[in-house]
């Protein structure tokens, strides 16, 4: 039985979710629409991690050398657009996506040469339910809008990507998930202990709560609770620092995402653009901004000409979690009875959560869902350590 804050007993719940980021809350809205009671604890707040950042870019894998982890990000990349139109009409609010497609300076000819063998490759693999998407190369960028030497060999635009604001689709998430039956989120309450094995949850307000089965979906903080339950050689995962900021332009929100080696330049519905992001291994602070940021303005900047001067009217700074490897881990922990994983993803997780979230609440419920690539699985990441 759980307990709630005056000490009256209440039943138990189906599912335990902890953490309130977009894995979290894609895995709580789907168990709840499938008639789950279920619970989403956030220590903090609601996209407080990684999912509220700024830059929202959804983007494919490249098209070339198929395997089964790029069909799913196609198969996910491609329903996610129906996904977030559903929601939005259930909920009146607006996710700001659009499919605006990628462009991707091309600056050598070798990389030229890469990106044609790669488009055939595209013709043969991006095609779901009567849609085909391309990857196109082009002579030239659209006009003015990337430096002339970052495209002396042209350019790539492929017609698959999109972006989102990762603030507004949480938002969206969370008025979707609240207003379902037996549906309940708790900001500002954590976990402070966990035994699946015994269905037992003791939040941080010494709360008892028992559940069926417990989703850890708490981003970086997910790796020491996992190291602690099931203790191995190495660690299940860690910590990656990002960096990002929002300038203050007037651009095109039609614009296609600018991506080049590491380098994201995102246009929002708004017309100010997110620049990110850096990838820090290594740091003393995880939630401050420094000169690493600076760099990648002035990479940004030097890149797309129209850039230049615009306000930055945030910085930001925060951890995503990167698992033992960079897929994603999810799914049932191979020797925790009732524990399930919804972490990892690094730089993917805006784009695929929902159809995650669809496999692990199909392994809860027994009934149809994707098939999850092996790569993904939590097995497979803990037999890697």
Known sequence: MGQSKDG?????LDLLIVGGGIMGLWTALKAAEAGLSTLLVERRRIGAGASGGLLGALMPHTPDRWNAKKQF?????????AEIAALEAATGRDALYRRTGRLVPLARPELRR????????AKRHWQAEGRSFAWQVLDAAPAGLLAEAAI?????????????SPRALLSVLVAAFSRLPRARLVEGEGVESLDPAAGLACLTDGRRLSFGHCVLAAGPETFPFLDHLSPRSRPSGRPVKGQA???DTRLDPALPIIFSSGLYVVVHEDGRAAIGSTSEEAFSDPLTTDEQLDVLLARAIALVPALEGAAVVER???????????????????????LHLMTGGFKISFGIAHRLAEAVVSGLT???GPDLPPSFLCATHLADR
């Open 245 to 247: 900021a929002l300038i």
């Open 73 to 81: 990000q196609f198969d996910a990349l491609v329903s996610l657009e």
């Open 8 to 12: 009256a007993r209440s039943e138990p």
């Open 114 to 121: 890469t990106a044609l063998l790669q488009a055939g490759d």
């Open 152 to 164: 002396s060999e042209g350019a790539v635009l492929d017609t698959l990507a999109g972006r989102v």
């Open 316 to 338: 930001w700074a925060g951890l995503r979690p990167k698992a033992v490897g960079r897929d994603p881990m999810v799914g049932p922990h191979p020797d925790v009875e009732r």
């Open 366 to 368: 027994g009934t149809a």
